[in-house]
């Protein structure tokens, strides 16, 4: 649909009047769902809430994030985990996560994500967690889908570990480099080898030629000191990749727990993040998306059936909240929440649908009300995270973007 300059001025105005345009024109713009009536508005909204409550408190599926160990073989500079003891899981706790899965006889799935530490070096106690899984009754009995992923930094994934792959049902892989290889390989060297980045490319080549099926996300870390490497690294993926479908490369816009050799000061705030994403399209034609899609996909810390094990036997409801005994709510290897309160406040106490300057957004739902680990930590824990999603104050400008990648696209056609 293709619109005049008095009709986009009528829609940037928050204060507009409907006799401001023809009635055709505003009809027009209804039917392409550009404008709503207010009441259609608030039964959408009363629909997504619907959604997402259903999604939050889905029982039919069972989300765990296993931490088969703490010890990691990297040795970078900014990790938040490197005080963490280096415990590997014991056959304790192993068992108690059988004993968990066997009493919820009710799933229709389960899905497992692996989480370090490094993961992959307890790859064994993996594959008979996994096992032992797969061959509890009801699962056998009655259909029940596995899924699991991993996240590693690559490393280890050697051609042993990737031909085991699809028995231990494992869909989705992601690997992060911290940008060109000098610069990764300072920021994220091995313990003993400091060129990691050599290894990890040749081991993702490896990857999609043994296991063509599996998806691997490639999250290239960016911050302000790197952030102009990215379409360095984007071409020389290519080069080396190919345009596989199945490997997915994207900008990770580190936080104040990830990658940052300077500390607080070199992360980008999502004015900056916006800036990234549009020089991007403008300055070297790359094409990273700029559709604001619905997220309509919950994450573990707001879902009631999903948790965090790590190889103590601590049990978390975010990956984040590793390692913090303030935020642990239980153990698999005891009975019963230790911190139920904890729990209950992720599920309830910070809804993004109840909350007043998201009511009042002009792109909520869309943006799904930020990260929910975030809003705990705001609300609870006196942090200042900034939630809100980039499209907040970019939308027109990001719009625009992906009006120009269509017309291009439709161009070369």
Request: negative net charge; aromatic residues 10%; glycine residues 6%.
């Amino acid at each position: 649909m293709e619109v005049d300059k008095e009709i986009i001025n009528f829609l940037k105005d928050d204060e507009f009047c409907e006799h401001s345009i023809s009635l055709e024109d505003l009809e027009d713009l209804k039917n392409a769902n550009f404008v709503f009536d207010n009441d259609e508005e608030d039964d959408i909204l009363l629909e997504r809430l619907l959604m997402y409550n259903n999604r939050c408190s889905d029982k039919s599926i069972l989300n765990l994030t296993i931490i088969p160990t703490l010890a990691c073989n990297f040795n970078c500079g900014y990790c938040y985990e490197k005080k963490r003891p280096h415990i590997t899981i014991n056959d304790v706790t192993k068992d108690n996560i059988i004993k968990l899965i066997s009493n919820q006889n009710h799933i229709k799935t389960i899905s497992i994500q692996w989480y370090g530490g490094e993961p992959l070096l307890a790859f064994d106690k993996m594959v008979d967690i996994t096992n032992r899984v797969s061959n509890i009754p009801f699962i056998k009995d009655n259909g029940v889908k596995i899924i699991a992923d991993i996240t590693t930094n690559g490393y280890l994934l050697d051609e042993t570990i990737i031909e085991q792959l699809d028995k231990i049902f494992v869909k989705t892989i992601q690997i992060t480099v911290d940008g060109i290889e000098e610069t990764h390989n300072k920021r994220r060297p091995h313990l003993t080898n400091k060129d990691s980045y050599q290894k990890i490319i040749t081991n993702i080549s490896n990857l999609v030629k043994l296991q063509p099926e599996i998806i691997v996300h490639l999250r290239v870390n960016v911050d302000k000191e790197n952030k102009d490497e990215f379409p360095i690294l984007l071409k020389q993926f290519n080069d080396v990749f190919g345009l596989n479908k199945n490997i997915q490369i994207y900008p990770g816009f580190v936080q104040d727990t990830s990658a940052c050799n300077t500390g607080a000061g070199c992360t980008l705030d999502t004015k900056n993040q916006l800036d990234f994403k549009l020089e991007l399209f403008f300055k070297y034609g790359i094409n990273i998306g700029y559709y604001p899609f619905v997220r309509d996909n919950i994450c573990m810390a707001q879902h009631a059936n999903s948790f965090v094990i790590d190889a103590n036997g601590d049990i978390t409801k975010c990956w984040l909240d590793v390692g913090r005994k303030d935020k642990v709510i239980g153990n698999i290897n005891s009975k019963g929440f230790i911190n139920h309160r904890l729990y209950t406040k992720y599920l309830t106490a910070c809804h993004p649908f109840y909350d007043e300057n998201c009511s009042i957004c002009k792109i909520f739902p869309i943006c799904g009300g930020g990260c929910q680990h975030d809003r705990i930590e705001n609300k609870y824990f006196a942090a200042r995270h900034n939630i809100c999603s980039v499209y907040k104050n970019g939308l027109g400008e990001l719009l625009y973007t992906h009006y120009l990648t269509k017309k291009i696209n439709n161009n070369e056609k």
